[in-house]
């Protein structure tokens, strides 16, 4: 880990914690990897009309170690599956993954023993993505949200600290029954629109 992980809360951490956080947002390279249709839409991101090097994006890091997000666009097959872990290990921390598409969220509808139900059994994912294939508007959403959540992500004591509140309160939540009227989304943890 960085010299960041190392250090105390405070005042000037604070400072520290908003730079950091807007160059990690501001300077992400991905790692694509692209399996099936929704490929196609992800890249479209880097073409002039949707412009993805506005958010400092325009470069495709050849190398999993020079990138930091991977865009896992469509189906995992349990024979890829090795490939795409290794890959997450190899690319520089801190790093960050979005699910693209509902093959790679959830198995789509290729419920068999071939595909992946889901890359979040093989990687830890940040954003899900749904959509069968996701628009490149979807896709650039995503992105932004990833990158509101990189901004304000904490560094150090309180990163720990935040990690652990954070699971305490999903930890706390109830399981939605029937019979039981769910809260509305703002007391669920949610925002509302």
């Known amino acids: 880990m960085g010299v960041e992980e190392h250090l105390p809360g405070g005042f000037l951490l604070?400072?520290?914690?908003?730079?950091?956080?807007y160059a990690r947002a501001r300077s992400m390279w991905s790692a694509a990897f692209g399996l099936a249709c929704c490929a196609m839409e992800a890249l479209a991101i880097g073409g002039p009309r949707h412009d993805a090097a506005r958010f400092g994006m325009e470069k495709v890091a050849a190398t999993p170690r020079q990138a930091d997000l991977m865009i896992v666009a469509g189906r995992v097959s349990q024979k890829m599956a090795p490939v795409l872990r290794q890959i997450y290990d190899q690319m520089a921390e801190p790093k960050w993954v979005i699910a693209m598409g509902v093959c790679a969220s959830s198995g789509g509808m290729f419920n068999n023993y071939a595909v992946v139900q889901g890359v979040d059994h093989i990687v830890p994912v940040d954003i899900y993505l749904p959509g069968c294939p996701p628009r490149p508007e979807m896709l650039l959403d995503a992105i932004v949200k990833l990158h509101d959540k990189i901004q304000n992500m904490?560094?150090?004591?309180?990163?720990?600290?935040?990690?652990?509140?954070?699971?305490?309160?999903?930890?706390?939540?109830?399981?939605?029954?029937?019979?039981?009227?769910?809260?509305?989304?703002a007391e669920a943890g949610g925002s509302v629109a």
């Open 14 to 21: 604070m400072t520290v914690e908003k730079v950091a956080g």
């Open 154 to 185: 904490k560094l150090g004591a309180n990163r720990e600290r935040e990690v652990t509140e954070l699971e305490q309160a999903r930890l706390g939540r109830l399981p939605a029954t029937p019979g039981r009227k769910t809260p509305p989304p």
